[in-house]
C-alpha cells in the first residue's frame, strides 16, 4: 500500500494594526526588506500597466466566498479574513500540484483561464506593487519549512524562491527546536505581534507559512481626546459601550437607502479602509447579500462630501482552521490521501492535513502623517462643513482593507463586537 505523507499546515498569519509607524520600525524594515523601497513611480506605472486584473478579481471573489462561509457559520464573533493572503498562501500549494487536484484548485480559486506561468506572473507583480509605496509598511513573508532528509523537488523550489520569494528551511519538524525556530520566524515577520504559531513540533513534512504585516496609520488621524464612550448595539439587540472616535472632515463617500460607505485614507492615501454600515432599517446579514452578490458597487468611484464619522476603537482577533472551509468551497481533493496529487512538489505521495488562518486587526486613533499628501480622493478644498453627513457605526458593520491602483482587498472582515 502506498503511504501518503501529509503535506502541510497552511498557516496564513495575518497583523493589521492601525497605529502608528515606529522610528524602530521602519529602520528595521527598510534594512531587512530593502528592495521593497526601489520602485520608482516610472516603473511601478509601468508593473500596474502589465499587472493582470484577473489576478486581483480572483482572489476578491475567493475572499468573498470563504467570508460568506465563514459568516454563515453563525457563531456571532467578528468575522477577519484576507483574500490575498489567502489567494498567495494557496498559490504555494497550486505549485506543487497536479493533474485533477490542480485543477480543482485552479476552478476554485478562479485561475481556470489563466495557466500556471500567467497565476505565478501576476502574483509576483501584484506582490511588488503591494509592497512599494503608498506610505504605509506592508510586507509579505513566504516561507517553506521541510523535513530534513525529505526530498522536495528542484523545480518546486526554484518557482517558489523566484515567483514568491519564499524563504527555503530544512530542519527537524518533530522536534521542539523547530516550534522555536518557526515562531520565531513568526514573530519577526509579524513585528512581534504574533509570537507563537505551534505549541508542539508539527510533525509533517512540510509546511508552508505566508505571513502578512501591515502598518498604516491615517492621513487624518482621530484626536483622542474626542473619544467618547458610546453605545454600540450588537446584533442581538444588546447593547454595550465601546470607545467611539469621532472625526468631521472630507471623505470618500457613497450611501444608499440600506447602507452607508466610507473611504478613509492611510499614508499617501493609495491605501484606504472601506467601511459599510447597514441603515437602522437593514441589518448586517442584508448587507452580507448584497456583498457577496455584488460587491463592485462598493468599489467604484464615490463622492467627495463632509462626514461627520463616529466608528469604534478595537481590536478584533481570529484564529481558525479552515481545512473544512475551504472543502466546502470546493478543494477537496488536494485534503484526500487517496486522491491528492502534488507529483509536481515531490516524488512522495503528499496531501494537505490542515490549513490554519490566523488575523489581528488593531485599529484606534493614530497613525503617521504622510510624506506627501497626493490622495486622488483628497482635494485641498472640502465640501461645504455646514451641512455634514452624519455617519455612525454604532452597529455591526463590514470593513476593507484595499490598494485603491490595483483594486486588491487585502483584508476584510464583519465587525460584530468591538
Known amino acids: 500500500m502506498t503511504r501518503k505523507w501529509i503535506l502541510w499546515g ?17 529602520k528595521q524594515h527598510s534594512q531587512k526588506e530593502g528592495r521593497q523601497l526601489t520602485l520608482d513611480p516610472k516603473e511601478r ?75 505565478n506572473d501576476a502574483n509576483r507583480q501584484l506582490k511588488s506593487l503591494l509592497e512599494h509605496g503608498g506610505g504605509a509598511t506592508l510586507n509579505i513573508a513566504n516561507s517553506v519549512w521541510i523535513q530534513n532528509q525529505f526530498v522536495i ?7 517558489v524562491k523566484d515567483r514568491y520569494d519564499a524563504e527555503i528551511k530544512m530542519t527537524d519538524l518533530s522536534h521542539d527546536d523547530s516550534v522555536k525556530e518557526i515562531n520565531s520566524w513568526v514573530d519577526q515577520k509579524t513585528n512581534g505581534k504574533i509570537t507563537e504559531l505551534y ?60 447602507w452607508q460607505a466610507v473611504r478613509l485614507p492611510y499614508g499617501d492615501g ?37 462626514v461627520k464619522l463616529e466608528l469604534p476603537r478595537f481590536k478584533a482577533e481570529l484564529s481558525a482552521e479552515l481545512t473544512d472551509v475551504l472543502k466546502a468551497a470546493g478543494i477537496r481533493k488536494a485534503f484526500d490521501p487517496k486522491t491528492a496529487d502534488f507529483s509536481a512538489m515531490a516524488e512522495s505521495p503528499l496531501y494537505i492535513g490542515r490549513v490554519q488562518h490566523k488575523v ?4 484606534n486613533e493614530k497613525g503617521t502623517e504622510a510624506a ?47
Open 10 to 26: 497552511l498557516c496564513i498569519l495575518l497583523v493589521l494594526p492601525a497605529c502608528g509607524i515606529n522610528e524602530s520600525t521602519d
Open 45 to 119: 506605472a509601468a508593473v500596474l500597466d502589465k499587472l493582470d486584473k484577473k489576478i486581483v478579481e480572483a482572489q476578491n471573489a475567493f475572499g468573498l466566498r470563504l467570508h460568506q462561509k465563514i459568516s454563515k457559520q453563525g457563531t456571532g464573533d467578528n468575522v477577519i479574513i484576507s483574500p490575498y493572503s489567502l489567494s498567495a498562501a494557496l498559490a504555494l500549494a497550486y505549485n506543487g500540484s497536479a493533474g485533477d487536484t490542480a485543477k480543482e484548485m485552479e476552478r476554485v480559486l478562479g485561475w481556470s483561464d489563466m495557466g500556471l506561468a500567467q497565476v
Open 153 to 159: 523537488k528542484e523545480s518546486y523550489l526554484n518557482v
Open 199 to 258: 505549541k508542539d513540533p508539527p510533525f509533517t513534512k512540510a509546511v508552508l507559512i505566508n505571513a502578512i504585516y501591515f502598518n498604516g496609520g491615517w492621513m487624518d488621524e482621530f484626536d483622542p481626546q474626542r473619544t467618547k464612550e458610546e453605545n454600540f448595539t450588537l446584533a442581538d439587540g444588546t447593547v454595550k459601550r465601546v470607545p467611539m472616535m469621532k472625526q468631521e472632515r472630507g471623505f470618500s463617500y457613497k450611501e444608499s437607502d440600506k
Open 270 to 306: 493609495r491605501m484606504h479602509m472601506l467601511v459599510v454600515v447597514p441603515s437602522k432599517e437593514s441589518s448586517l446579514d442584508e448587507l452580507h447579500k448584497e456583498l457577496w452578490r455584488d460587491p463592485s458597487i462598493w468599489q467604484d468611484e464615490y463622492s467627495f462630501e463632509t
Open 360 to 363: 489581528v486587526v488593531d485599529v
Open 372 to 418: 506627501a499628501v497626493t490622495s486622488i480622493d483628497m482635494p485641498t478644498s472640502a465640501a461645504p462643513l455646514q451641512n455634514p453627513i452624519k455617519m455612525i457605526a454604532d452597529r455591526p458593520f463590514f470593513f476593507a482593507i484595499e490598494d485603491r491602483d490595483t483594486e486588491t482587498w487585502l483584508f476584510m472582515g464583519s465587525v460584530t463586537n468591538p
